[in-house]
């Protein structure tokens, strides 16, 4: 077991490289309807099941018409029109125009659609009107322009949200054929804990943890399992840990610490744990613990030993356990997503060099009068601050390398 802390960036390699390791052919397979498949994690390709468009489709109300004819903005009979949902109807006799709407099969013949606006109309004819012009294509999808018959458009490992649920729709899938999601064991150590259904006495406090990973491991695409809280003792941990070791990965929250109860380390390294890293350069989360389990007849059980401490499990959460969560879900891209805001005020490195920072924060978005994502750090009593972290919707991530953290500074920032 190597006590040396890795950077951040060398943490997130190992984990990275690790999710990659893990090979999606071995994963269960199972079939939802299209609308209880958000979230979940495509294990065959959506293929089209024709070209799409299907047909020349219009993508305006207006005329068709031959773009040379129309382009001399004369007066052109309307021989026909054709509304969405018709059949193709036509050709297009040589100098007229064809009354269409939007979503409509263009005419054979057509090579455009002049918009409704940029035409005047006489009776039973049209013209371009004369400070407008129409070149061939214009607001004409043509047939198979955005796919194929038979092209796969999302490939497997894709992560199923509106516009692929869309898309399936378009190519009439009804259900889908996704990964069984991960089953991951959550367990909290600590003789400080109650349920969240008991009073507190005296030195305890309710078991926020368990929710809280719970929630994580949903949103990162697993399935959660809580385990009843073990007791601060190597006997306790020893029976939890054998009742976690049929899950596709195990979180435990708290004692990874140096204290004198935390047990964690030395239970795992019983079961003959591999220990990947036992530290990182960050804050919150320093004492984090990443490794695996070996089993009999499964691949190593991979584990995270999170600190206990709220705000330091969801960063590391987040950070390393989320992407195993996400690559064990059979999904391609594992995260995390990390996007850029600008420092809404100057703010405090306020800890020694050579850490990582992940501070909860507070990102505007949509800031007044446009501009980049505007970010400020929530004020904190240190990470057991939940209604600090409650009041926050990211971790802004202050790396070891920013010289300046004045305002106005970029900073990459991790979604809540
Ligand atoms: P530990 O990592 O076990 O040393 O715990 C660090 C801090 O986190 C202590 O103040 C614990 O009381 C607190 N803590 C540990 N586990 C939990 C939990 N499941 N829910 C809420 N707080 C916790
Ligand atoms: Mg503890």
Redesign the pocket.
């Known amino acids: 077991m190597s006590s040396e802390l890795l950077s951040y960036s060398e943490a997130a390699t190992i984990v990275a490289s690790f999710a990659r390791g893990l090979s999606r052919s071995r994963l269960a397979v199972e079939r939802v309807r299209l609308s209880n498949s958000t979230g979940r994690v495509l294990a065959e390709s959506i293929v089209a099941d024709q070209d799409q468009p299907a047909f020349a489709r219009s993508t305006r109300d207006g005329f068709a018409c031959r773009a040379a004819e129309a382009s001399a903005q004369g007066f052109l009979p309307i021989a026909g029109a054709t509304h969405a949902g018709e059949a193709p109807a036509g050709p297009l006799p040589g100098g007229a125009m064809w009354e269409i709407m939007t979503g409509a099969p263009v005419p054979a013949g057509a090579d455009a659609v002049v918009m409704i606006e940029h035409v005047e109309r006489e009776a039973e004819r049209v013209r371009l009107l004369s400070k407008r012009s129409i070149a061939a294509g214009d607001n004409v999808v043509v047939q198979g322009a955005q796919a194929r018959q038979g092209d796969e458009l999302v490939s497997a490992g894709a992560v199923v949200g509106s516009a692929q649920i869309a898309l399936a729709a378009a190519c009439g899938f009804a259900e889908l054929a996704v990964y069984k999601r991960p089953r991951v064991a959550i367990l ?3 003789d ?2 109650v349920p969240v259904d008991q009073e507190t006495g005296p030195g305890q ?6 929710p ?1 990973l719970a929630a994580l491991v949903v949103a990162a695409g697993g399935e959660p399992r809580v385990l009843p ?1 073990a007791a ?1 003792t190597a006997a306790a941990l020893d029976a939890a840990l054998r009742h976690a070791i049929d899950a596709d990965l195990l979180l435990i ?5 140096a ?1 004198k ?2 047990l964690v380390e030395p239970a795992l390294a019983r079961m003959g744990a591999t220990f990947h890293f036992t530290g990182v350069r960050i804050q919150p989360g320093k ?1 984090l613990v990443f490794g695996e389990v070996p089993r009999r007849e499964e691949r190593p059980l991979p584990f995270f030993g999170l ?4 705000i ?2 969801a960063a590391t959460f987040l950070l390393f356990a989320a992407p195993v969560v996400a690559a064990l879900a059979g999904a391609t891209e594992v995260g995390p997503r990390f996007v850029s805001a600008q420092l809404s005020r100057a703010t405090d490195r306020n800890a020694k060099r050579g850490l990582t920072r992940f501070l909860p924060g507070l990102c505007d978005f949509n800031p007044e009068g446009g501009g980049l994502p505007q970010v400020a750090t929530v004020p904190w009593h240190g ?2 601050d939940l209604p600090a972290f409650a009041r926050s919707n990211c971790f802004v991530v202050l790396s070891e390398e920013l010289s300046s953290l004045d305002a106005g500074t970029m900073v990459r920032i991790l979604m809540l």
Do not use: K, Q, W, Y
């Open positions: 909290t150590t600590g400080e804990l406090i309710r078991n926020s943890n368990a809280m809280t601060d929250s708290g004692g990874v610490s204290g109860f935390d004492p600190p206990g401490n709220p330091s499990s990470s057991g």
